[in-house]
């Protein structure tokens, strides 16, 4: 019972990021916005509203998950782009409105369209335009049964070779958080590299025991996702929808929004963590958002992922190994890899002639600075003119693709990386 509790109380704490009003999300009070993100996708919504055209696209996986990407083929000028295309691949708990989010002199996805770049934004399986497949429905077990090795070994390669078959033309490629993790790990594989130019990897994840973020360490310590699993929850919502009332009863409480809050201030308490800002204590403090358009991002509502992928996250965090999703038990893993344990992903074997941006913050939490120096150590044979690294001190895990002055101090040398490759 005490185990269950400890895995009880660790949802509420997750949840608090998401269910507590965005006023605690991230200590800024709600504004109104003029942002409605509704069914009718994207494109609509959030790219032609801004007088860019837009076009939405469709990609099966080979294992039959299909897949959503938006394309910008011009600038708001109207001029068609007559520069390389550009995948842009988001995060865990995001989807392409992260590339999308800020104004467009100050969002990734409108700068490269209007410096003629042919941008395409892509949707991972599971978040909310990419939630179909040939035989399976959401409320499927199955639907949720992959991690980021699937998206490694299945979404990106289809992104990749869709983008390749429409352009004809090599791609250069930007990714976020779990982004760079489904990069380096094709990479090291030799997956994808011959219809990618370039690779710019943004708080790049790897090497994960370095993680000091409160929330994911108590997340991966009580191995809350295995909990949720074993209770049959394979579907992750990080918006509050997902707590069975058999949950509730495991405390005999019920979980309404007055006696939830109750519990988690008295966790933040215990953990000595400031609930009117549970963002800085996930992602590290970042330095630079716009409230409002955090509340925009908010309101598209954050992005569903399989438990199982944050079951292999939560491996990632606690024994610090890069390998293949770990089943717990040695017949298990030999049954599904020919061995007793979890095949291990090496970095090293990433082609040093590969040209990689790679950006991390200072005060990010979840790409912490340590890890990203054993990553580099990683890539140490990497050649010196095909490796381009930038330290952002002030910057945490969001800054990264919603802070205010992005553009100047990591999207312009952006541009200049994918204009010299």
Request: hydrophobic share 40%; glycine share 6%.
């Amino acid at each position: 019972m005490a185990n269950s509790v400890v895995s009880l109380v660790s949802i509420a704490l997750l949840f608090l990021t998401t269910t507590q009003g965005k006023t605690n999300f991230h200590g800024i009070p709600s504004s109104v916005t003029d942002h409605d993100f509704h069914v009718d996708g994207i494109c609509e919504t959030a790219v032609k509203t801004k007088g860019y055209q837009c076009e939405e696209h469709k990609v099966e996986t080979d294992d039959g998950y299909i897949l959503s990407l938006q394309r910008l083929p011009a600038g708001r000028s109207g001029h068609k782009a007559d520069k390389p295309p550009v995948l842009l691949q988001h995060g865990l708990f995001c989807d392409a409105l992260s590339w999308l989010i800020n104004p467009p002199d100050e969002a990734l996805g409108f700068i490269l369209a209007d410096y003629g770049y042919d941008v395409w934004i892509s949707n991972t399986r599971g978040t909310k335009y990419s939630r179909s497949h040939r035989s399976l429905s959401p409320n499927d077990a199955a639907f949720w049964n992959w991690s980021w090795d699937e998206l490694a070994s299945y979404d990106l390669p289809a992104f990749v070779k869709y983008v390749h078959n429409n352009t004809a033309q090599k791609i250069h490629y930007v990714g976020h958080s779990l982004g760079t993790l489904m990069a380096f790990t094709a990479f090291s594989r030799g997956q994808v590299l011959d219809r990618l130019r370039s690779a710019a990897l943004l708080s790049p994840i790897a090497h994960m025991r370095q993680v000091n973020s409160p929330i994911a360490r108590v997340f991966a310590d009580t191995f809350l996702a295995e909990h949720l699993n074993f209770i049959g929850i394979h579907e992750f919502i990080p918006n509050g929808e997902m707590i069975p009332s058999v949950v509730a009863k495991t405390l005999d409480l019920v979980m309404s929004r007055e006696g939830s809050t109750r519990l988690v201030e008295g966790i933040c308490k215990i953990l000595r963590i400031d609930c009117s800002k549970p963002l800085a204590y996930f992602t590290g403090p970042n330095c630079c958002l716009n409230s409002t358009l955090l509340n925009s991002l908010l309101d598209h509502g954050l992005q569903s992922t399989a438990t199982k992928n944050l079951i292999h996250l939560g491996q990632m965090i606690r024994t610090g190994n890069i390998a293949k999703y770990d089943y717990g038990n040695f017949l298990k893993n030999t049954e599904n890899y020919g061995q007793p344990l979890p095949p291990p992903y090496d970095f090293t074997a990433i082609p040093k002639e590969f040209p990689l941006f790679l950006s991390y913050g200072g005060l990010d939490m979840l790409s912490e600075v340590n890890g990203v120096n054993l990553l580099l150590n990683d890539l140490k044979s990497h050649d010196a003119n095909k490796l381009v690294v930038l330290l952002r001190k002030e910057y945490a895990h969001v800054d990264f693709f919603m802070a205010t002055n992005v553009k100047q101090v990591l999207y312009d040398p952006i541009i200049s990386f994918f204009e010299d490759n």
